[in-house]
Nanobody, 115 residues
Framework: QVQLVESGGGLVQPGGSLRLSCAAS????????MGWYRQAPGKQRELVAL???????NYADSVKGRFTISRDNAKSTVYLQMNRLKPEDTAVYYC?????????WGQGTQVTVSS
């Protein structure tokens, strides 16, 4: 059993910043990657950023240079620092944990970028 608990979403003005956190617990062995996806209304879920078990990262082109993913292995927590937010970043953000061939998902946290 794996649990993912997300926090840090909210309402922010364009150009502002937010930091999302996702804490994993349970049977979290052999992690391949942790990261974030998002889904805007009427759109498919899309990758935002992933950090792999050896530390390499992968970002969506739309967030490169603005978002930074990091992790604290001791706390089994992954973070997403989001800077220079844009209205098009508005979405529900989902934490993702990949263990071998299985994906686990958090419940989602709303991020709204609006003036």
């Amino acid at each position: 059993q794996v649990q993912l608990v997300e926090s840090g979403g909210g309402l922010v003005q364009p150009g502002g910043s937010l930091r999302l956190s996702c804490a994993a617990s349970g049977s979290i062995f052999s992690i391949n990657a942790m990261g974030w996806y998002r889904q805007a209304p009427g759109k498919q879920r899309e990758l935002v950023a992933l950090i792999f078990n050896r530390g390499s990262t992968n970002y969506a082109d739309s967030v490169k240079g603005r978002f930074t993913i990091s992790r604290d292995n001791a706390k089994s927590t992954v973070y997403l620092q989001m800077n220079r937010l844009k209205p098009e970043d508005t979405a529900v953000y989902y934490c993702n944990l990949q263990i071998i061939n299985t994906d686990y998902w958090g419940q989602g946290t709303q991020v709204t970028v609006s003036s």
